[in-house]
């Protein structure tokens, strides 16, 4: 059975740095075609993809905010860790790790068939 | 960037009733597209991949159809778990997520 669980803080101030960690279990992130990827939801808005790390730890990143985004991955625990520097308000939503099955086996690139509950980050002064 | 287009925004149905969701990819993306159901408080779940191709344990009530920049969600006999807002995504450059479709009871 395939679990994640996001963690990080609740509340953040602007120009802080948001960590979050999401920890899963039931398949390795080294197995090809196997990804870990994060996806927010601002309150009443669209989903959104913001990165991803594959089995050979290529990192990929949303390019409106790859700027500010560091993605690593720690397989002997089993976590993923997202960093996003300069935080906003806008920043402020729900943040979902997931696991993503890859199309091919030497692209990045699939589909989300397994997701976190999802964290809320607050940022605020 | 691929832009991704869902419409309608929302939608008012009734349980039992048939209903299309389309989204439209601004560049062609062969079959490189998922649906998802959200629900609030909860986390999204896949329900096709592929453009077509059911996730396991998802009811095949769900169908999904398209190519190219046009697809579609169909649900054949609405339920009352099914009312929720349902997410197109693109797997062919980002990972885009269309805007959502907001589907209500009537």
């Known amino acids: 059975q395939v679990t994640l669980r996001e963690n990080g803080p609740a509340l953040l101030k602007p120009t802080q740095i948001l960590t979050l960690t999401c920890t899963f279990s039931?398949?390795?992130?080294?197995?090809?075609?196997?990804?870990v990827t994060w996806v927010r939801q601002p309150p009443g808005k669209a989903l959104e993809w913001l990165a991803l790390i594959d089995w050979g730890e290529g990192k990929f990143y949303n390019p409106s905010l790859m700027s500010r985004l560091t993605i690593s991955k720690d397989s002997s625990k089993n976590q993923v860790v997202l960093r996003m520097a300069n935080v906003d308000p806008a920043d402020t939503g729900t943040y979902f790790c997931?696991?993503?099955?890859?199309?091919?086996?030497?692209?990045?690139?699939?589909?989300?068939?397994?997701w976190g509950q999802g964290t809320l980050v607050t940022v605020s002064s | 960037d691929i832009q991704m287009t869902q419409s309608p925004s929302s939608l008012s149905a009734s349980v039992g009733d048939r209903i299309t969701i389309t989204c439209r990819a601004s560049q062609g993306i062969a079959t490189y597209l998922s649906w998802y159901q959200k629900k609030p408080g909860s986390a999204p779940k896949l329900l096709i991949y592929?453009?077509?191709t059911l996730h396991s344990g998802v009811p095949s009530r769900f169908s999904g159809r398209g190519s190219g920049t046009d697809f579609a969600l169909t649900i054949s006999s609405l339920q009352p778990e099914d009312f929720a807002t349902y997410y197109c995504q693109e797997s062919y450059g980002f990972l885009t997520f269309g805007g959502g479709t907001k589907l209500e009871i009537k």
């Open positions: 592929g453009a077509s």
């Open positions: 997931a696991r993503v099955r890859t199309q091919t086996d030497y692209d990045w690139r699939g589909y989300l068939d397994s």
């Open positions: 039931g398949f390795s992130p080294n197995t090809r075609g196997m990804c």
